[in-house]
């Protein structure tokens, strides 16, 4: 258990259907992120949120929509989703975003999402 | 265009002797570099960090070397335990953006 916990583990989705990647972590920590890795990619950074709001957005299609409703939990909402998307989404906290270098991040163990 | 680079995809190394995996960046403003390890099904775990301002970093068995001049740096394990078998991300920071690597494979022979 790494405090970082993400649900579901696995999902399938048709290009049409409308579904959620919730993350929660119990850390006391300021910052989430959400991170894409795809095959044989870098880790990509989709979104930050350093005090539930919203601090970076690295221009992520639409179809991807965060929500931070609090500084425990964060989601991820997706809707008619390409193939293409098909990757491991994780999630990620922190301290504060600018001293997260000095003690890195503590990532949760990811979704792994099929795009049919 | 990748801004950090880990050139070779695996390594395969005996137990007891060394690891050393390479990191390359291009972007000479980055002023923290860390490592994370990654098992499989699980999320990767920070293992330790190298300020731009220092040139090595010792944590136990791992040790972070940085050269700035040639916008390189290396991670060295050991010895190395087959617990260390997992693929190991560079990253490296400016402020509050990040950029990983794509990774090394390490598998520890017993």
Redesign the interface.
Known sequence: E?G?T?TPRHLVMGMTNKKSLKCEQHLGHNAMYWYKQSA????E?MF?Y?LEER??NNSVPSRFSPECPNSSHLFLHLHTLQPEDSALY???SSQE??I???????????TRLTVV | D?Q?KQNSPSLSVQEGRISILNCDYTNSMF??F?W?KKYP???????I?I?SIKDKNEDGRFTVFLNKSAKHLSLHIVPSQPGDSAVY?C?A?K?????????TRLSVLP
Do not use: I
């Not at chain 1, 997260?100 to 990811?110: D, L, P, R, V």
């Open positions: 790494t970082v993400q044989k990619k870098p880790l950074l930050v350093s601090v970076e994780l999630c990620a975003p600018a997260a270098a000095n003690y890195g991040y503590t990532f949760g163990s990811g | 990748q950090v002023d923290y860390l994370y099904a699980e999320g990767p775990t920070f293992l960090s300020s991300f990253a920071s402020g509050q953006n990040f950029v990983f690597g794509p990774g």
